[in-house]
């Protein structure tokens, strides 16, 4: 069916409530498939299988569905031969390594010679390769925190977030393998029609993922303080500048990068702006 895009999507667990948000944000709607295999969407041509996260690269790669969301550390674990079409900025985490809290470190060389245990054999084997470290690697698939504790290996590697977990496992993170994200996977082979719908797809996206980091922000100051103001408010284009009933004062309107929120408020407080209001914005197009 050429005129229908396959998406496989996580069945359950960490990537499918944002996966379904984002897709949901895109004003596609379906049923959720809590239960389902398979689920369409009444307003769009498109189909969902649900999936557990390790199979989806594969399904993508042979064609059974069309694209996926799955994370980047799938990815290259299984070093599947699917084309990745967009980062999408949820599920973040890291992939380390970690060693019992008490042990002193230095660097990669404290592996020489260990046994480390992982779910991702391939990732860590080329780690080690680029460090020039010779360690064992021993594949486990779950529960791998507890592996040191029960002398079944001397260090971990295994997917971190906060580092919660391996602390209260007794170890310490100490270095960095690579950092993870939710990705959106593609076919290569994509027929035209199916390539259209999921360049539809990705615009969407940009425009769900564009309005989460921006801010629409509006401000009243004095006239002498505006260019000041515009200056730290470059906006998509240029900030909106409108007079204000006082005299001597205008109305400013713009939008403003979330991870740059705090530092710009400063400035333009202490340039003279009054009455803020930063508000969310639905969608944003660029
Ligand atoms: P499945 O049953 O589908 O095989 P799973 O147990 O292998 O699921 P999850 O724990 O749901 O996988 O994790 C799915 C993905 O979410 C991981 O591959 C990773 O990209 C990301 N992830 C894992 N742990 C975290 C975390 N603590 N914080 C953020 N993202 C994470
Ligand atoms: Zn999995």
Redesign the pocket.
């Known amino acids: 069916m050429d005129n229908v895009i396959r998406l496989a999507l ?7 409530d944002d996966s379904r948000k984002l897709i949901k944000e895109c004003g596609i709607k379906f049923n959720n498939g809590m239960g389902k295999l398979k689920s369409s969407a009444t307003n769009f041509p498109i189909e969902f299988l649900f ?5 989806i690269p594969g399904y993508v790669a042979d064609g059974v569905a069309d694209i996926g969301i ?5 990815l290259l674990e299984a070093k599947p031969d699917v084309e990745l079409s967009k980062r999408l900025g949820f ?3 890291r992939l380390s390594l970690a060693i019992p809290k008490e042990k002193e470190y230095s660097d990669a060389s404290y592996f020489e010679g260990k046994r480390v245990a992982t779910s991702y054999p391939e990732i860590l084997k080329d780690y080690f390769k680029s460090k020039g470290v010779n360690a064992s690697i021993h594949e486990i698939s ?1 529960s791998v925190e507890i592996a040191p504790g029960i002398g079944l290996a001397d260090g971990v590697c295994d ?4 580092g919660s ?1 391996l602390f209260t496992n007794g170890l310490k993170e100490v270095e960095e393998v690579i950092k ?3 990705v959106m996977i593609a076919n290569k082979g994509l027929s035209a029609e199916k390539r259209k719908l999921l360049e539809q797809i990705l615009f969407r996206i940009d425009t769900v993922l564009s309005a989460r980091n921006y801010k629409y922000i509006l401000l009243n100051a004095p006239n002498e303080s505006i260019e000041e103001i515009k200056a730290y408010l470059p906006g998509v284009n240029s900030p909106t500048v409108m007079p204000l009933a006082k005299e001597g004062w205008s109305s400013l309107h713009s939008v403003i990068q979330e991870d740059r929120f705090w530092e710009v408020i400063e400035k333009i407080k202490a340039a003279g702006a009054e009455g803020v209001l930063v508000l969310p914005i639905e969608k944003m197009i660029q």
């Open positions: 996580q069945k359950s667990g960490r990537l499918s999936l557990r996260d390790d199979d799955v994370g980047e550390n799938v599920s973040k985490c779950g997917i971190v977030s906060s977990t993870s994200e939710a």
